[in-house]
């Protein structure tokens, strides 16, 4: 990783690597355009061919024939569907070559495996052979390929290069695989002998849940390797593309906030990741800045699946409300819901909205009853206007709120617009729309990324053009700064009890009727 | 695409399995058999949702194909109560390991009803004979638990499952079977195709993905019943080929009829219960046959190889005496 310190440094080699780099893109493109061409022009002239060949030979193509082995064919009644067939196997040789057979032996090469069609007639049953039987006839099937399964391999093919972080969740290192010399984070489960139910479900959900994904958003699970003892299974990583930074600790570090075009980009790919989740009805319930990765090329992807799940639509019934770390806590999961949906995603989104702008966590609170002090301030006291239905979750009934009446109703409201002046007002929009306090106001993934914030100027940043950073976790441990951890299993859910809110907008009358307006830069 | 794929048991896994294992072959069908028959009973007394179940057979097929079957040290049973556990354990439905403990206890005790076959009188029910006692509770749970682990490290931790009964019904719908009441049989039907298939040694769901499988069952649900199917190639529509169908629904078919005459062909199936280590071993040595690795019958260890060359020594030996 010695380049990448010298992507920090702009040097004369680095100019000269680049030009030469260039000059070998524009080759290749040229090459690339001229095959093209002559495949374009190949094509045609087949086409023409077969054109004529059409139009000399008038008798139509062969007909499909079937292929099937009736030998095993122990229920008579079942051939139905080759009794034509049947038939034509009988005049096989007027009908000119015989019929292409799938391959059902491991390999023709290697010879005595056509033995293995014996037993079980056919178990290359779409093994990726995917069109010897269709070739023939017109029709073109589908063929669906979902690989293989086998052992584990063994964590000694890695060497570790250096610890990155050790959290509440486990050990993440960066490591070199050996055969490949490419570079991935290992990150261990943690594993508690003592737990009486064997492997911890979240992990194991983790790992379901990031092989089933495929996104550039979301980070890549190339496979799960184990320790060498494998009579005992103890030491279980998932080796995961190793990704330079996350955005916390660039946004603890850089003396500038990001520029609104940078904004916007880092939003969209969270967003179209997310939407990707949601639409495949995983929620992710612990979207934090932390979990966020960001690579030198600009790409973000959504990492640390230790608290996802997947859910259906009715959403199951009991969820556990103890998810997503206390900062970007949705208000219904603080007020102990246990039937909730994509919008706590959405909410944390919002909240790391905020913090891509200021680049401080939006709402920092000390504990649940705080965090919810910290939201009404932000978002405005709830009221059966603005979320009709929050009275009934567990913890609201017990709330004092301070009186929303006409009078009052201006200084009990949002101040997302005041505390972000610099924001655009599809920019607000957007923000207070994804921190609304009732769930189902808060638009979904699909709809934040054609929100009109993202299409004003300016227009997000290309990728590419994302400024690079040292990369921490490539070469030092971070320095870190204290945040709450996601709640961990098993915790008890906090019973906000009889919380006295009233007091929040005690001194708020008064700022606001100061000048009406806030001048603060933030 | 998750939904509708499965990772597939490669055509060298098949063959390895039918052609180096340990085991003759109506053995292992016997094993995986009774195997799949024990996760589903169980399945049933602990109110988990077929789904569950399903995917649980799916994932002891998977592991038997990569892990042969006297090749670790586990009871058949012990594995199918792991895998019947893990797959609860990721799903929304979970079962505690004291329930998975009873429950496995009581099928496996003289006292259950498990594959016993008709002729034999009704089992008496005697508790005791399931009473599980604090230390094989500990015992059997410390297994199932190394079980699950060794599963895991087997499937590279792969759990991922997608069956076809939910496809079924979509196809059904399409093919606008599901419209009127009276057509409800054919699905019912189709289902129970599904659900069979998963007990077939011929492990239907290793080898064809859940669109296949579906359509393998509506046809023959559709020929049971005696619905009236278009009569073009429909199955095409559903990206099967002619020639998988066929071997599907063979397969699927064959089930019933294979497991009557394995019931009365294989010995340890005669007395109904689930299949044991010791009486596979007891059926080998019957046989003449001797397993792998020395462990199970204490003899010593001797390749295939080195053993062939000893026989054609001693044969050599004895025809040179002899000239």
Redesign the interface.
């Known amino acids: 990783m010695a380049s990448k310190g010298s992507r920090w440094a702009y040097q004369e080699e680095d100019a000269a690597l680049e030009a030469q780099l260039k000059k070998e893109k524009e080759e290749k493109k040229r090459q690339k355009a001229e095959k093209a061409r002559k495949l374009e022009a190949e094509r045609k002239k087949q086409q023409q061919q077969q054109q004529q060949a059409h139009d000399t030979a008038a008798a139509p193509p062969p007909p499909s024939r079937?292929?099937?082995?009736h030998d095993?064919?122990?229920?008579a009644?079942?051939?139905?569907?080759?009794r034509g067939?049947q038939r034509d196997d009988g005049n096989d040789g007027a009908h000119g070559p015989p019929v292409k057979r799938?391959?059902?032996?491991?390999?023709r090469d290697t010879a005595p495996?056509a033995?293995?069609a014996a037993?079980?007639?056919?178990?290359?049953?779409?093994?990726g052979v995917s069109d010897s039987?269709?070739s023939s006839?017109s029709?073109k099937?589908?063929?669906?390929?979902?690989?293989?399964?086998?052992?584990?391999?063994s964590v000694e093919n890695y060497d570790k290069l250096n610890d990155i972080e050790e959290g509440a969740y486990g050990w993440v290192a960066r490591a070199q695989e050996a055969a490949t010399g490419k570079v991935v984070a290992l990150k261990r489960l943690k594993i508690d002998p003592k737990d009486?139910?064997?492997?911890p479900?979240t992990g194991?959900?983790e790992?379901?849940i990031l092989?089933?994904c495929d996104h550039r958003n979301v980070v890549k699970l190339q496979?799960?390797v184990?320790g060498d003892d494998?009579s005992?299974?103890?030491s279980?990583f998932l080796v995961l593309d190793f990704v330079e930074h996350d955005l916390k600790s660039i946004l603890e570090d850089m003396p500038e906030p990001f520029l609104a075009s940078e904004v916007k980009t880092l939003l969209l790919q969270l967003a179209s990741g997310v939407a990707y989740l949601h639409t495949?009805w995983i929620l992710h319930r612990d979207l934090k800045t932390s979990n966020l990765l960001l690579n030198n090329r600009g790409q973000l992807k959504i990492a640390d699946f230790g608290m996802a799940r997947y859910v259906g639509d009715p959403p199951?019934a009991k969820l556990t409300q103890l998810v997503v770390t206390l900062w970007y806590r949705a208000p219904e999961l603080l007020l102990g819901a246990t039937r909730y949906s994509t919008a706590i995603d959405m909410w944390s989104v919002g909240c790391i909205f905020g913090e891509l702008l200021t680049r401080e966590p939006l709402l920092q609170g000390k504990n649940e009853v705080d965090e919810l002090t910290h939201i009404f301030s932000l978002c405005g006291i709830p009221t059966d206007d603005s979320w009709p239905s929050f009275r009934r979750l567990p913890n609201a009934r017990a709330l004092r709120l301070p009186h929303t009446s006409a009078a009052t109703g201006a200084a009990t409201g949002s101040v997302i617009r005041a505390k972000f002046p610099l924001l655009t007002a599809a920019g607000v929009a957007l923000l207070n729309g994804l921190l609304a306090l009732d769930p189902d106001r808060r638009p979904s993934a699909r709809d934040m990324l054609d929100h009109e914030y993202f299409r004003q100027d300016p227009k997000p940043k290309q990728e590419a053009m994302f400024p690079t950073f040292p990369s921490k976790a490539g070469q030092e441990r971070r320095r870190r700064r204290t945040t709450p951890n996601a709640p961990a299993r098993g915790q008890q859910a906090v019973d906000l009890g009889a919380v006295d809110f009233s007091g929040i907008f005690s001194g708020r009358d008064r700022e606001e009727r100061g000048g009406g307006f806030s001048l603060r830069m933030v | 695409?998750?939904h509708?794929?499965?990772?597939?048991?490669?055509?060298?896994?098949?063959?390895q399995r039918?052609?180096f294992s340990a085991l003759p072959?109506e053995l292992q069908d016997a094993i995986f058999f009774s195997a799949q028959c024990l996760t589903q009973a169980a399945g049933v007394l602990l109110h988990l949702p077929q789904s569950t179940t399903a995917q649980a057979n799916v994932l002891l097929a998977?592991y038997w194909?990569?892990e042969p079957f006297m090749s670790d040290d586990y009871e058949f049973s012990d594995m199918s109560a792991a895998t019947l556990?893990?797959t609860a354990?990721?799903s929304?439905t979970?079962r505690?390991?004291r329930d998975v403990t009873n429950v496995y206890t009581y099928l496996l005790s003289p006292s259950s009803p498990f594959l016993r076959p008709s002729s034999l009188p009704r089992a008496p029910n005697i508790p005791k004979t399931y009473y599980l006692s604090q230390a094989s509770y500990q015992a059997f749970?410390a297994r199932?638990?190394?079980a699950?682990?060794?599963i895991?490290?087997?499937?590279?931790?792969?759990?991922?499952v997608?069956l076809p009964h939910a496809v079924c019904i979509t196809y059904l719908q399409a093919l606008d079977f599901l419209a009127q009441q009276r057509k409800e049989p054919l699905a019912k039907r189709a289902l129970a195709h599904l659900n069979t298939a998963l007990l077939s040694p011929?492990?239907?769901y290793l080898?064809?993905?859940p669109?296949?499988l579906a359509v393998a069952a509506i046809?023959?649900a559709a020929?049971d019943v005696g619905a009236k199917m278009p009569e073009c190639?429909w199955w095409?529509v559903f990206?099967?080929?002619?020639?998988?169908?066929?071997?599907?629904?063979?397969?699927m078919?064959?089930v019933l009829?294979w497991a009557r005459k394995m019931r009365v062909d294989v010995p340890g199936m005669k007395d109904g219960g689930m299949l044991r280590r010791a009486d596979v071993e007891g059926e080998m040595r019957r046989r003449g046959l001797f397993l792998g690795n020395g462990r199970a019958v204490g003899g010593e260890e001797e390749d295939p190889e080195a053993e062939m060359a000893r026989k054609m020594d001693e044969k050599m030996a004895e025809m040179e005496a002899r000239g």
């Not at chain 2, 990206?239 to 397969?251: A, H, I, S």
Request: proline share 8%; hydrophobic share 30%; glycine share 8%.
């Open positions: 079937p292929a099937a082995n095993d064919n122990d229920d009644g079942v051939s139905e569907p080759y067939g799938r391959r059902i032996s491991p390999d495996t033995a293995a037993p079980t007639p056919n178990p290359a049953g779409g093994v039987t269709s006839s029709s099937l589908l063929r669906f390929e979902g690989g293989a399964f086998g052992r584990c391999h009486r139910s064997g492997l479900v194991l959900r790992i379901q092989k089933d496979e799960v184990v494998t005992k299974i103890d279980i495949n199951p | 695409m998750s509708m794929t499965n990772p597939l048991a490669t055509p060298d896994q098949l063959y039918r052609s072959t998977r194909l990569v556990y893990l354990k990721i929304p979970p505690s390991p749970h199932l638990l190394a699950e682990a060794h895991l490290y087997t499937l590279s931790f792969n759990t991922h997608a011929q492990m239907l080898t064809s993905q669109n296949a046809y023959s020929r190639e095409e990206d099967v080929d002619r020639e998988e169908l066929g071997f599907l629904v063979v397969g078919r064959s009829g």
